[in-house]
């Protein structure tokens, strides 16, 4: 999940037409980092529609930031998108000038061998009138707007589809010491399982709770698009990779698919959810000694959960 950072505010004098020519922009803006995760920040540049994702993974060299940003917006277009029927969210690349950026992305990468930066520009999934939370845990956020017309879940449904006869899901939450009253995992197999997901949430709308379960029932739903993309890879077994050369591309596509966050909105003025996928990232293949390790801790585990 992302970590907050809503005091990181950074004054940028000059005007921000040169970066949305599409609207009139005031010329006294204030762009700020509003979300950091495990290699990217979120910035707020003054349009409360849109957001730029900026990779940071690489502290050392923007241009290593850049590479991989391309690398990573054609990798979601090109082989991500197509097992997404249609929920990836909306995203362009943008390539945006250092001069303005230098401010808000110098706290996190050092050496700027680099004149421009090349950002993922969304759209802002939580919209300005979602301000209540009304539920949060490690896997789960739930948002409404105050007058409950609008209400966003945004969730981490892990590992729908999984080779092990225990939950993956479960048994890594005991194993962190976190106590799930619900599971992903079982809601894609019974949408009756919403009932968990939402014991703890007491003021969703029932319109809203309606909705939901339609939507979990039917099978097109994107737990079950996700879950199938899942299960259709196959890649080596952990177990049996040594070093990055033994990485292979549906192993690392799979480690995407297990990592992906889901938004799903509802408004009390229409009867369709909004569902958005975010965080299709192409993971390096080095992160397979930290799958590896993980995978090891989880087998070695006494209590597993099975269903
Ligand atoms: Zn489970």
């Not at 362009?92 to 950002?119: F, G, H, N, R």
């Not at 939950?167 to 005991?174: F, G, K, Q, V």
């Not at 097109?220 to 996700?226: D, E, F, G, Q, Y």
Request: glycine share 2%.
């Amino acid at each position: 999940m992302w970590k907050f950072f809503p005091n990181s505010v950074y004054r940028i004098k000059s005007s921000l037409t040169a970066i949305n020519n599409s609207q009139l922009l005031s010329p006294h803006c204030f762009m700020k980092v509003v979300a950091k995760g495990n290699a990217n920040i979120v910035i707020d540049y003054g349009n409360p529609n849109w957001l730029y994702r900026c990779c940071v993974r690489y502290e050392n060299s923007l241009k290593c930031n850049n590479d991989y940003s391309l690398e990573n917006y054609q990798y979601i277009k090109s082989t991500v998108e197509p097992l997404l029927k249609g929920t990836l969210c909306d995203m362009e690349l943008k390539t945006i000038s250092l001069e303005l950026l230098k401010p808000v992305i110098s706290e996190y990468i050092a050496q700027m061998d680099d004149t421009k930066v090349l950002v993922i520009k969304m759209p802002n999934l939580k919209s300005k009138d979602l301000d209540k939370q009304i539920y949060a845990d490690h896997y789960t956020k739930i948002y409404a707007s105050n007058d409950s017309r609008c209400v966003l879940w945004e969730f981490k449904p892990k590992w729908l589809h999984s080779v092990t006869d225990y939950c993956r899901n479960c048994t890594h939450s005991t194993m962190k010491g976190r106590e799930m009253r619900y599971c992903y995992a079982l809601l894609h197999r019974d949408h009756q399982h919403l009932d968990k997901v939402l014991a703890a949430v007491t003021s969703i709308p029932l319109q809203c709770g309606k909705e939901l379960f339609r939507y979990f029932r039917d099978d097109k739903n994107v737990l079950a698009t996700l879950y199938e993309a899942q299960m259709n890879l196959s890649h080596r077994k952990l177990e049996e990779i040594e070093s990055v050369t033994d990485v292979d591309e549906e192993l690392l596509l799979a480690m995407t698919l297990k990592d992906v966050t889901c938004f799903i909105e509802w408004r009390s003025d229409t009867d369709r959810l909004r569902v958005n996928v975010v965080d299709a990232d192409l993971k390096p293949k080095e992160k397979f000694q930290h799958w590896l390790k993980t995978h090891h801790q989880l087998e070695a585990q006494e209590i597993k959960h099975y269903h």
